[in-house]
């Protein structure tokens, strides 16, 4: 029987056994898979919360879940759990033998062993302090009279990058060069300042330089030049931050620097390296020293970089997965997951492991690499689930054997499983569904979770549904938001009187229906992903099918917050400013009350960065 819970799964790609921990010992020989080396990660559990996985050099992993969760494993030890009180994290990284956690309100923690070979890398004053036990705030960033909000963070090595809201751009850390402040052998705990006027920063796993982009619309680059990976035409280290020449800020989406190679992908999926000449993708008879086309990927829109080391992966517009790596040893890291592995990219294939409509997250350590579907939807999850616990805003119920009733709403209901509630409740009449057989079937409804495949498919049967099921949550409500006959409700958002015409149009013309714009919405999004709207609900008559938004945005941005409602993510269009509509939305986390697990924020720090806005 086909198991719909192994597409949200977690699976480890692990050439020396340094992780076996992770996954049980009877998946070891990963039958399921008949891939030697590719195993189903067991001992992370709820998969379906996971955010990001990020592992250094050693057998260790940092695991971010929901909004302020972490989770830290290692070799022959218990887990650790963590929670950040007060804070939603914003993004992990991974560096050597520390961990750095960066939080929405700009605060950045720190996770570090006790090895003295890595007290360079951990960013405090007594790096002899640090445990794996105790997640720890960096002082220089989480004093508030310094005013240093950290916007994003990244990890080269035993090197740490923290690029503040101001533009101000501090590295701590091993040197060689690579810190950009002008020196060379001196390491550094405590955070020095880089450049002014930075937009964005670039690192890897296991680089040995890194590259940032200035508001101006400059691409510089600091460190060890093994191989030219610096691109800047030659081979000499630079200790102080060099301009890359005929490269400019609005053309990179994303930059990645591994151990003598550097990838580069353009804003039109064009992917470029620079090198050693056997890890950049391309035949090559000497070393490349600037930023060449990889003719492999010419006609693959590519939007993603990850790898560590000679490991490297692109992920395109499609999630088609290419891959050229090797291990540790300079070998050719032959894993039959690559077909004909070597220097040039080759599609890789887990279509046995991930169905058609998984996103995947690659995410690699020195010596492993975590798979895993990338969970666009987990915050309208839990809204789904908060309205279905809280049963204040349910407005059918499903009556279960012995008068037992169970509270929902009826649109999601019927939305999911194509029935109408008198349909479901005749069957579980008929077949004696318990109220724990229900439980099972409407957390599948709510929060797309599998929790018990023999009940769940008995109950699919009996609804004559096929399973396992062909849709998931995130599918269905796109469905819903493309059904304009359905929607039930309407936000009315006023007209600017400027947008009339003076010399055609008379005030005497206008009258009040033309005041406001529709936004045809419904209810059940609005109660699940709003505090506010659920707030307006509980004072206007049941019956009433508008209200006015008194938020002042304009008429494209709520267009855009509404579809968000959907679908979690925030999607501009050629015709929207992107300055205008990220200003709009900032502040919507607030006024509309969205939960605490939402990801607006960083939706729209994605957006800045993509156009290189403040």
């Not at 898979?33 to 050099?57: C, D, L, M, Q, S």
């Not at 030890?77 to 050597?96: A, C, P």
């Not at 916007?151 to 091993?174: D, K, P, R, T």
């Not at 009449?429 to 018990?452: A, G, V």
């Amino acid at each position: 029987m086909n198991d719909p819970q192994r597409y949200s799964n977690i699976y480890c790609i692990d050439t020396e056994s340094k992780f076996q921990f992770l996954y049980s010992s009877e998946n070891k020989e990963n039958k399921e898979t008949k891939r030697p080396n590719v195993h189903k990660v067991t001992k992370i559990k709820n998969p379906e919360t996971v955010r990001k996985i990020v592992a250094g050099n050693s057998q260790n992993c940092l695991v971010w879940k929901d909004y302020n969760t972490l989770e830290f494993y290692q070799q022959n030890q218990e887990k650790n759990s963590y929670t950040l009180d007060n804070e939603e994290i914003k993004d992990i990284h991974s560096g050597y033998e520390t961990y750095l956690i960066l939080t929405q309100s700009g605060k950045v923690f720190s996770l570090a062993s006790i090895s003295k070979s890595s007290h360079c890398e951990i960013p405090l004053n007594d790096p002899d302090n640090s445990s794996w036990k105790q997640i720890r705030p960096v002082p220089f960033f989480n004093d508030e009279k310094n005013n240093r909000k950290v916007q994003s963070i990244a990890m080269v090595g035993w090197s740490n990058y923290f690029l503040c809201e101001n533009g101000e751009l501090y590295g701590n850390g091993y040197n060689s060069g690579r810190l950009g402040d002008g020196t060379r052998n001196t390491h550094k705990n405590i955070p020095v300042l880089i450049y002014q006027n930075v937009s964005r920063v670039f690192g890897g796993v296991q680089g040995y330089c890194f590259f940032f982009t200035t508001t101006d619309n400059k691409l510089y680059a600091a460190g060890a030049n093994n191989y030219g990976c610096l691109a800047t035409g030659k081979i000499p280290k630079e200790s102080s931050p060099v301009q890359i020449s005929n490269w400019k800020a609005d053309d990179i989406l994303d930059l990645h620097c591994f151990y003598g190679h550097t990838i580069l992908i353009t804003k039109e999926g064009k992917t470029f390296g620079c090198g050693n000449k056997d890890y950049i993708g391309m035949e090559c008879s000497q070393n490349v020293l600037e930023f060449r086309e990889i003719t492999a990927l010419k006609n693959k829109k590519a939007i993603k970089i990850c790898g560590a080391a000679y490991k490297t992966f692109i992920i395109t517009e499609e999630y088609d997965i290419y891959g050229w790596a090797f291990d540790n040893n300079f070998k050719r890291w032959n894993l039959n997951l690559i077909n004909s592995p070597g220097k040039i990219p080759r599609k890789i294939d887990l279509s046995d492991i991930f169905n058609g409509n998984s996103t995947i997250e690659i995410s690699c350590g020195t010596q492993v690499v975590f798979c895993y579907p990338e969970n666009h939807f987990n915050s309208i999850r839990k809204d789904f689930k908060s309205i279905f616990e809280s049963k204040k805003y349910c407005d059918s119920k499903l009556m279960i054997t012995n008068e037992k009733e169970i509270s929902v709403h009826k649109k999601l209901v019927e939305l999911r499983t194509n029935l109408k509630i008198e349909q479901i409740q005749k069957i579980i009449n008929e077949k004696n569904f318990t109220k724990q057989d229900m439980k099972i079937f409407l957390k599948w409804i709510y929060i797309d979770q599998i929790q018990d495949t023999i009940i769940l498919e008995k109950i699919f049967n009996s609804l004559n549904l096929s399973y396992p099921p062909k849709k998931k949550l995130e599918m269905d409500l796109l469905d819903l938001y493309k059904d304009q006959d359905s929607k039930d409700f309407n936000i009315l958002v006023k007209i600017d009187d400027n947008e009339y015409d003076d010399d055609n149009q008379n005030d005497d013309d206008v009258n009040e229906e033309d005041d406001f714009e529709e936004i045809p919405v419904h209810k059940l999004i609005l109660i699940a992903r709003s505090g506010l709207f659920r707030e307006m609900f509980d004072n206007i008559k049941e019956n009433s099918n508008s209200v006015q938004d008194f938020s002042g945005k304009t008429i494209e941005s709520l267009e855009i917050l509404v579809k968000y409602f959907y679908t979690d993510e925030i999607e501009l269009t050629a015709d929207d400013d992107p300055e205008l509509i990220v200003e709009e939305l900032e502040d919507a986390s607030e006024y509309y009350q969205l939960n605490k697990h939402s990801n607006l924020s960083s939706k729209l720090i994605k957006i800045k960065n993509q156009f290189d806005l403040k």
